[in-house]
Each structure stands twice: as C-alpha cells, then as structure tokens.
C-alpha cells in the first residue's frame, strides 16, 4: 500500500474514444502530480496541482487532455479522442516531507488500440 | 541535451559483483538529488536521496558532485533481487517541486 491510490490499474482502448483516470493522493498533502512514463523512458511531468488549482502544465499535455481536482482531495485526468500514441504509464504522485522526494501510485496503463 | 542523462545499460553482472551508475544533470540549479529504484510494470519507489558529503545505505552508496553536476550509485555485492532499472532524479527546487527523471538504467544480476 503505497497511500497513493489510482484506477484503474489497466485500461484498454479504442483510437478515437475518451478515457479518464482517478488518482487519490495521500491524505492532507496539498500537491498532486501526474506523469507520463512510455516504455524505455523515465517518468515525463504532465502537471501539478496545489489544492484544487493547476498550477503548471507540461508542453506535452495537448488540448486532448485535462486535469482537475475539484475539492483539492482526489484528481482526474482524461484523454480525449485518444490516439495509440498516448498508450504509456499514467503515474500520480504525492510529495514527500522534506527532502523525502515523492510516492508514486500503482499508475494506470493505458492501451490505445 | 536532457536534463538529466543516464547510459539505459542494460548492466549484465554476476551476483556479488560491484557495479556503479553515473548521471548527470544540466540545471546547476538542482537543489535535490534521488535515486528511485523501478521494477517491471511497476511504479517508481524512492532507494535514497543524495547529499554532496555521500551518504550509504547497506550495500547502496550515493554520491553528488555539484561542481561536474554528476550524481553516481555504486551497489556492492550485488543480489539477484536487484535486478531493476534505476533512475537518477532532479529536483530544481522551484516552487513546484517538480522532479525531473533520467531515461533510467537497467541492472540484470546474474547467478
């Protein structure tokens, strides 16, 4: 049990349809991140948020996608009119104390097909 | 140029052999440094931060040098259980706390 929660774990898709992804951070931690891992590549930063405001938001998330969260507690992030190049790792994480670095969820994988 | 750069490897060693892992990162402005260990399919998990004065843990030693802006891990008497792929990690220490991965290294240890 990591304290970061996502789903789903897996996530199968036809080209052209939308998706969204739920994250659950840990409890009270104001920050939340997404990334992107596609295979052979370390984790690539899509956005932040503090509370329920997005504070930046990486070159790499087009207009297709969109992130929220709403009461400042658990996230969403979806894809519109998914493309096979958006198959990767969506990863959520929550910040660390200190000097601590971040915790990651379980991610949700995502196909497109 | 990345902003941070590892060899992908892979690193093919024999259990109880001793091997290092370099990086370097482009941002002088770093202010904090991590190793995260990643297995197969599996999510980022946090192995130790890096200080400039080295800091070890068990068989794990890292060190930073700000000055050639390079971060290594050196694991001695390799296990079969560290077979995995390591990635070195930025913090610019802005106000967003954003970390900045490398592509990750990848260690198979062999019996």
């Known amino acids: 049990d990591t304290g970061v929660s996502q789903d789903p774990r897996h996530k199968i898709t036809k080209r052209g349809q939308n998706v969204t992804f739920r994250c659950d951070p840990i409890?009270?931690?104001?920050?939340l991140y997404w990334y992107r891992q596609t295979l052979g590549q370390g984790p690539e930063f899509l956005t932040y948020?503090?509370?329920?405001?997005?504070?930046?938001k990486s070159r790499l998330l087009s207009d297709r996608f969109s992130a929220e969260r709403p009461k400042g507690s658990f996230s969403t992030l979806e894809i519109q009119r998914t493309e096979q190049g958006d198959s990767a790792m969506y990863l959520c994480?929550?910040?660390?104390?200190?000097?601590?670095?971040?915790?990651f969820g379980s991610g949700t994988r995502l196909t497109v097909v | 140029r990345k902003e941070v750069e590892q060899d992908p490897g892979p690193f093919n060693v024999p259990e109880g052999a001793t091997v290092a892992f370099n990086c370097t990162y482009s941002n002088s402005a770093s202010q904090s440094f991590f190793w995260y260990r990643q297995d197969c399919r599996k999510e980022p998990k946090l192995l130790m931060s890096v200080y400039s004065s080295g800091n070890e843990d068990g068989r794990f030693t890292a060190q930073l040098n700000r000055a050639s802006q390079y971060i290594s891990l050196l694991i001695r008497d390799s296990k079969l259980s560290d077979s995995a792929t390591y990635l070195c990690?930025?913090?610019?220490?802005?106000?967003?706390?954003?970390?900045?991965f490398g592509q990750g290294t990848t260690l198979q240890v062999k019996p």
């Open positions: 990690v930025v913090n610019l220490g802005s106000n967003t706390g954003k970390l900045i």
């Open positions: 409890s009270e931690h104001n920050r």
């Open positions: 994480a929550s910040p660390g104390q200190g000097n601590y670095g971040y915790t």
């Open positions: 948020f503090q509370n329920e405001a997005q504070l930046e």
